[in-house]
Structures are given as structure tokens and as C-alpha cells.
């Protein structure tokens, strides 16, 4: 078997345990490694439509991912699922029109997530040093949940907690 024949398999093979409940024990137990995203098996042959496992990934990245994605027009589909909760990942599926790849759409989409966020951060930081932002005083909420009480006719005790039975 050629070199590339034996790397096909070996990726096949991590794409399958990726997706199998006992990796994330192995990986603790034994030290393995993850790659952070994979396809899992089932995608078509020319990548129009593929299933990605995002590895250490939860709803945050998925949702803005998939808000991303079916904004290009050459979505057909995109939706992502956590398939168990005690699972860190993500599983991110992407069908694309006239056969145009969905892993390209998948790196055009994490690019464009970074700079939205960059240009989210730079704004943010920027309001911070120059203090153009609402500022908020802190409320003790027990305090004027009391002193509401009180006024209503309602007692406190020794410890300053309203009796409700007054």
C-alpha cells in the first residue's frame, strides 16, 4: 500500500473514533490528542455536503459559526449539534449549492467569525480606554428588596431579615 494510501486510512480511522462515546476517556487516560476539527464519515465525494467534528467546542462556537455560514448565499444548509452533553464538541453540518465546497465555506466562515470579532474586541477595548460608556451604579438588591418590604408593612427581625409574617 502507497504512503497516501496508508494516510487515508489513518485519518479515516481517528475521523471514526472522533466520533465514538469512549474518546474522551481514552484521551484523558492516555494523553491522545484530538484534531481540533474533522469530517466525519458520510460526506459527499466531492465535499459539497460534509459533517465536521469540532473538538473542545460548545454551543457559543457553534451558533455563531452556523449564523455565519447561512449568510453565504451558497448555503443550502448549515446547522451543528452537541451530540451529549458530557461530549466536548460540536457536530457542524454544511450542504452547499452547485457542488462548491463546504470545507472552503467552513474556512471562509471561521476567518470571517475572527475578524467580527476583532473588530467586535478593537471597538470594545477602544470605548474602555476612552471611557465613552454608560456606567452603572452597583444596587444591593437585598437591601431594597427589604426597604420595599418594609414600606409595604412588612417587618424585619433581629438579623435585619424581613418577617413576612407581620
Known amino acids: 500500500m502507497s504512503q497516501s494510501g496508508k494516510q487515508e486510512n489513518v485519518n479515516e480511522d481517528v475521523s471514526a473514533r472522533l466520533d465514538n462515546a469512549g474518546v474522551l476517556l481514552q484521551s484523558v487516560s492516555t494523553g491522545m490528542e484530538q484534531d481540533k476539527i474533522t469530517i466525519l464519515p458520510g460526506h459527499e465525494p466531492d465535499y459539497s455536503a460534509c459533517t465536521f467534528c469540532l473538538w473542545k467546542e460548545d454551543h457559543t462556537l457553534g451558533n455563531a459559526l452556523r449564523w455565519i455560514i ?53 471597538q470594545y477595548n477602544s ?40
Not at 450542504?95 to 462548491?100: A, G, K, R
Not at 418594609?150 to 427581625?157: E, K, L, P, Y
Open 70 to 122: 447561512m449568510k453565504d448565499p451558497d448555503v443550502e444548509f448549515c446547522g451543528y449539534s452537541a451530540p451529549h452533553p458530557s461530549e466536548p464538541k460540536i457536530h457542524l453540518r454544511v450542504q452547499m449549492y452547485d457542488n462548491l465546497s463546504a470545507v472552503d465555506c467552513l474556512r471562509k466562515a471561521l476567518a470571517n467569525l475572527r475578524d467580527l470579532l476583532t473588530t467586535v474586541s478593537g
Open 127 to 166: 470605548s474602555l480606554k476612552s471611557g465613552e460608556f454608560i456606567r452603572e451604579d452597583d444596587v444591593d438588591v437585598r437591601a431594597t428588596v427589604e426597604a420595599t418590604l418594609r414600606q409595604r408593612g412588612f417587618g424585619a427581625d433581629q438579623d435585619g431579615d424581613v418577617n413576612m409574617a407581620a
